[in-house]
């Protein structure tokens, strides 16, 4: 319960990792000087009580390592300057070799910094560009309550309350379009992926002036 209040207080209160190791702290000892204080209670009463070692971590980073599960990420090195990706980490040149053109000129970022550590100086990527893998989202995303709640509701009203023709539509679900992207197959986890672009406006800005 004491890591968990430490990491709590570190990703959904937004509390600072050094706050959340004090706590971490500061937990450790209130719950170690009520448990002796309990063994002498119970002591002069002639009951023998055994203390529990508390294995609380100095550090809220390693309560969340011990408790969660990280998602599985991709870290590819990418340039800071023009953003082309390098995915083959045995061949990363020291400068970017990214051109516009077969004539123009190199993009010639650096693509390595000095980091200095408590035991050594090492070269690292200076920029990553960072994925999420698709499958373990999706798990991820299908586990949720809400989630699953909405799919099924969507499912209803898609295949059990049919759209009559020739009445009015209320609803995107309503649009025989929509319900053919299903197919043939009426469950709730035949999900179809879209990607939609919300900065497109064929008339201009009005607002802007465009």
């Not at 008339?203 to 002036?209: D, E, L």
Request: hydrophobic residues 35%.
């Amino acid at each position: 319960m004491v890591r968990i209040l430490g990491v709590w207080l570190y990703i959904k209160a937004g509390a600072s990792r050094e706050l959340a190791n004090i706590v971490l702290h500061a937990s450790k000892a209130i719950v170690g000087l009520t448990l002796t204080a309990v063994k002498t209670m119970l002591a002069t009463a002639g009951v023998e009580m055994q203390i529990p070692c508390l294995q609380v971590p100095r550090d809220v980073r390693s309560a969340y390592q011990n408790h969660f599960v990280e998602p599985e990420f991709t870290r590819t090195v990418c340039c800071s300057g023009c953003f082309k990706l390098f995915p083959d980490k045995t061949n990363i040149p020291t400068k970017c070799d990214w051109k516009a053109s077969p004539k123009s000129r190199k993009c010639l970022t650096n693509l390595w910094r000095k980091q200095y550590t408590q035991s050594r100086l090492k070269v690292v990527p200076r920029c990553h560009y960072t994925t999420q893998s698709f499958k373990e989202w999706l798990k991820w995303f299908l586990q949720q309550k809400s989630i699953d709640d909405a799919l099924h509701s969507t499912n209803r009203h898609t295949f059990d309350d049919p759209f009559i023709a020739g009445s009015t539509m209320r609803d995107t679900h309503d649009s025989p379009a929509y319900r053919e992207l299903y197919g043939g197959t009426q469950s709730a986890y035949n999900l179809v992926f879209a990607v939609y672009y919300d900065s497109f406006n064929v008339y201009g800005m009005k607002i802007a002036g465009a």
